[in-house]
């Protein structure tokens, strides 16, 4: 079945340290790839999703790319701001009859002065 | 922006009681989703449908019903709820076409405690 790994529980880094968060994923068809992120006392909004062409995904400085070799989505930035404390979560959709979401379970950032 | 509601935010109740959590959304979505948000467990899917009357099962349904009756209305029924149920409640809602896989658009979340 479909599923979504997300090694890191919990990670802290100091700002302006690069950012990479890890997701692997198992599907048995070409699926979609999210990144989610919640920050505190908010509900999960969309952050990036991979495309169909392979172009890598952008939003607010963040960028992942899709590796199907790997099944792999990592979601990286280059420098790590305050703002950037939140939840994370990778998910994956396969569009096989049903259209269902799978999510990790979650990658705690913490970026601290 | 989509929007999708959630009813009540907050809900304190007793174990053996009764709970029903609303959703409404207004995006003309046919999915919609119950997740339980637990730490340590993530986002876990209840039930999802994709259109009024279905119902499908999700990965942890024990312990909970679900109806969408409308395709706005999609409603999660705890008829004797447990300790175990406490949690944080997500509503989701997404489109899926012949495009292919439309984003979640979750709700604000339901907190619900069970004494």
């Known amino acids: 079945g479909d599923s979504v790994t997300q090694t890191e529980g919990l990670v802290t880094l100091t700002e302006g340290l690069p950012v990479m968060l890890n997701c692997t994923y198992q599907s048995t068809y070409s699926p979609f790839l999210f990144w989610y992120v919640q920050h505190l006392n908010e509900a999960p909004k969309l952050l990036l999703k991979s495309f169909t062409d392979n172009k890598r995904p952008e939003h607010q400085g963040f960028h992942a790319t899709l590796h199907k070799s790997s099944s792999s989505f990592h979601l990286q930035k280059s420098s790590a701001q305050l703002s950037d404390s939140a939840l994370y979560y990778c998910?994956?959709?396969?569009?096989?009859?049903?259209?269902?979401?799978?999510f990790g379970k979650g990658t705690s950032l913490t970026v601290i002065p | 922006e989509a929007a999708v509601t959630q009813s009540p935010r907050n809900k304190v109740t007793v174990t053996g009681g009764n709970v029903t959590l609303s959703c409404r959304q207004t995006?003309?979505?046919?999915?919609m989703y119950w997740y339980r948000q637990d730490t340590g467990h993530g986002l876990r899917l209840i039930h999802y449908?994709?259109?009024?009357?279905n119902l499908q099962i999700g990965d942890v349904p024990d312990g909970y019903k679900a109806t969408r009756t409308t395709q706005e209305d999609f409603f999660l029924l705890l008829e004797l709820a447990s300790p175990s149920q406490t949690s944080l409640y997500f509503c989701?809602?997404?489109?899926?076409?012949?495009w292919g896989t439309g984003q979640l658009y979750f709700g604000e979340g339901s907190k619900l405690t069970v004494l």
């Open positions: 995006n003309s979505h046919n999915y």
């Open positions: 989701a809602s997404s489109h899926w076409g012949w």
């Open positions: 998910a994956l959709s396969s569009n096989t009859g049903y259209q269902n979401f799978y």
């Open positions: 449908s994709y259109g009024a009357g």
